[in-house]
């Protein structure tokens, strides 16, 4: 158990749809990062968040969203949805900072249909 | 190009054989990650490594910073060691991700 919470695990939608993936890192690390793992890209750094604040972005579409609460959960929102979008989104937390460990939860089945 | 590139893309071994994965990088990095997802999905971190070697059991990570180049090695190779291994090579701000090594070990 990586301590990284994903909730859901399996989520169906259909296209057009809005849908909000969340994500509670380990206890005590600031930093967390989304990934998008689909068939035929392999795993896609989205975004990461540091202690509420937004720290990189990668390659995240303006379809998708993300922010770090207080608590230091995250959610990443996904609109619009297109069939492309059906992945597995990874949630890792880690330290923060350079260097740092990486934790993944066990990520979330997203299919779009 | 991607940033970080794995080779091989996919391996079979004989239970027992010694087995060696490489991964190249371009970017400039503050570590490197290796990674292991088993089918089913979930990814298990193996190594942080910001230089030289380190052992975990029967597997093995080297960095080369000056060469941009890692190695996993995993010794005595077992049925279970079969999984994607993947690569991630970056700082603490963004990864890169190589495509993955799917490794199979038969009995």
């Known amino acids: 158990d990586s301590g990284v919470t994903q909730t859901p695990k399996h989520l169906i939608t259909a296209t057009g749809q809005r849908v909000t993936l969340r994500c509670s890192p380990r206890?005590?690390?600031?930093?967390v990062y989304w990934y998008q793992q689909s068939l035929d890209q392999g795993l896609q750094f989205l975004i990461q968040y540091y202690n509420g604040e937004e720290r990189a972005k990668g390659n995240i579409l303006e379809r998708f969203s993300a922010q770090q609460f207080p608590d230091l959960h995250s959610e990443l929102n996904l609109s619009s949805l297109e069939l492309g979008d059906s992945a597995l989104y990874f949630c890792a937390s880690g330290g923060g900072g350079d260097a740092g460990e990486l934790f993944f939860g066990e990520g979330s089945r997203l299919t779009v249909l | 190009k991607n940033e970080v590139e794995q080779s091989p893309q996919n391996l079979t071994a004989q239970e027992g054989e010694f087995i060696t994965i490489n991964c190249s990088y371009s970017?400039?990095?503050?570590?490197l990650h290796w990674l292991q997802q088993h089918p089913g999905g979930g990814i298990v971190s193996l190594f942080m490594l910001s230089s030289g070697k380190k052992k975990h059991g029967r597997l093995i990570a080297t960095i080369n910073i000056q060469e941009k180049h890692s190695s996993l090695h995993i010794t005595a190779s077992h049925p279970r060691d079969s999984a994607v291994y993947i690569c991630?090579?970056?700082?603490?701000?963004?990864?890169?991700f190589g495509t993955g090594t799917s490794l199979t070990v038969i009995p």
């Open positions: 991630a090579a970056g700082t603490g701000n963004q990864f890169y």
């Open positions: 970017v400039g990095i503050s570590a």
């Open positions: 206890s005590g690390d600031l930093s």
